[in-house]
């Protein structure tokens, strides 16, 4: 199945997700338990305080571990793998450890230690992020403007590119009410990050952040994990370097979310308890479908669309039944109007993309051919039939 998981970043957090999802999956507490000994504080006592939760120290590493906890859970139900991954911000390291790069412990560290010095460098400092509407095509004007109101230790620009029109700024040492006033014509909106990220103005952290992020082993990508500032799948020669370049550099998530697309992906699951991704993919991948697994109505429409999958892996048997009954000696003997009938299935099911959803209503003609077509055997069916047939889920009568 071509499908892409993803994976949401920072943004406000409530303590019921945490409460329904350890009651959906008590081995999170698990989970919580392999957390506190990277962190080194009880995370259960700060998921379950609205107070703490959506603070500036813990809200990266509680979105990390939610997303992680959302993601194995319904790693026990999903039967398809994907054919790439990407995260929004933050969720590039839920990634990261979903594509079996980093372990969910090294992560974490990774996570923690980053929190832990962009907190150190914007100490004292009054800056944050602010999402603006600006047309793609005057994006340069809005760069222009950032330019103008960056220097003298005072930073502005756009750090994250969300969609055609949707533009994340990240600004230093101006105050809210401030540069929310440069930025009126663009209909400015503080978000509940409150530090300068994917911007020059954490320039200062690059070094000691990367010398972290170096003595981490990094294995082989499982699946292909598309980078926030590139957004091409990454290497594994430069998926050290890359993390630094997220903390410091533009990134485009436009382009990132269209790389899959490009690549005939059109279901996208996301494992986030925020509804960024699914909005900006409605956005930028027309006829894209987003399965946002967070609460019992998404649970739903997920077992729908497991059935969906299910059905999707009864067409490729299908398609291996028959091609292997049309190839038999005894196919002569079944006549010319079963022969014709099972040649024009052949043809309809190999028009069909391989995600595409079978129509059950083929599904059942072509399982009545192939009990006609087993009748004429008498006796002599193929043994590799009856296995698939087995598979295939179909009643075998001889």
Request: hydrophobic residues 35%; proline residues 4%.
């Given at each position: ?42 995370l ?28 194995q ?8 793998k ?30 923690a ?21 600006c ?12 330019e103008?109101l ?30 929310c ?18 911007s ?6 690059c ?11 990094f ?62 993919l ?9 399965y ?17 999958s ?8 299908c398609?291996e ?49 192939f009990q ?15 296995e698939?047939?087995?598979k ?7």
């Amino acid at each position: 199945m071509n499908v892409a998981y993803c994976f949401d970043g920072q943004g406000k957090q409530s303590e019921n997700m945490f409460k329904e999802l350890v009651n959906l999956y008590p081995r999170a507490n698990k989970w919580l338990a392999r957390a506190n000994e990277v962190v080194g504080y009880d995370l259960k006592n700060i998921l379950s305080s609205k107070e703490h939760i959506n603070s500036f120290r813990y809200m990266p590493i509680v979105v990390f571990v939610l997303n992680h906890l959302i993601y194995q859970y319904y790693q026990e139900y999903l039967e398809f793998k994907p054919s790439y991954l990407f995260g929004h911000s933050l969720g590039h390291y839920n990634a990261l450890v979903s594509a079996e790069i980093l372990s969910f412990e090294q992560a974490l560290s990774l996570v923690a230690f980053r929190t832990q010095l962009v907190q150190k460098a914007v100490e004292g400092h009054s800056c944050g992020m602010l999402h603006v509407k600006c047309p793609y095509s005057n994006l340069s004007s809005l760069e222009a403007l950032c330019e103008t109101l960056s220097g003298s230790n005072r930073y502005v620009g756009v750090s994250i590119i969300n969609s055609q029109e949707d533009i994340i700024i990240s600004y230093d040492n101006y105050t809210r009410e401030e540069i929310c006033s440069y930025l009126k014509d663009y209909k400015a909106v503080p978000i509940a990050v409150a530090a300068p990220y994917h911007s020059p103005a954490l320039n200062p952290v690059c070094s000691e952040f990367y010398s972290y992020v170096d003595r981490v082993t990094f294995l082989p990508s499982k699946v292909p994990i598309i980078s926030n500032v590139t957004a091409l799948p990454l290497g594994q020669e430069n998926m050290k370097y890359d993390l630094v370049r997220h903390l410091t550099e533009k990134i485009d998530m436009r382009r990132c979310m269209n790389y899959p697309y490009s690549q005939g992906v059109r279901m996208y699951f996301q494992f986030s308890s925020t509804r960024v991704l699914p909005e900006q993919l409605s956005k930028n991948c027309p006829n894209s479908r987003c399965y946002q697994i967070i609460n019992s109505d998404d649970f739903e429409k997920f077992r729908s669309y497991n059935i969906e999958s299910l059905q999707h892996r009864r067409l490729l048997l299908c398609k291996e039944m028959l091609g292997r009954t049309v190839t038999m000696a005894e196919i002569p003997t079944f006549g010319t109007e079963l022969s014709n009938e099972l040649q024009f299935y052949i043809k309809e099911f190999q028009n069909l993309h391989d995600d595409s959803l079978i129509d059950m209503q083929k599904l059942k003609q072509v399982t009545s051919l192939f009990q006609m077509a087993l009748s004429h055997l008498k006796g002599n069916t193929d043994s590799v039939i009856k296995e698939i047939y087995h598979k295939f889920g179909i009643p075998f009568h001889n």
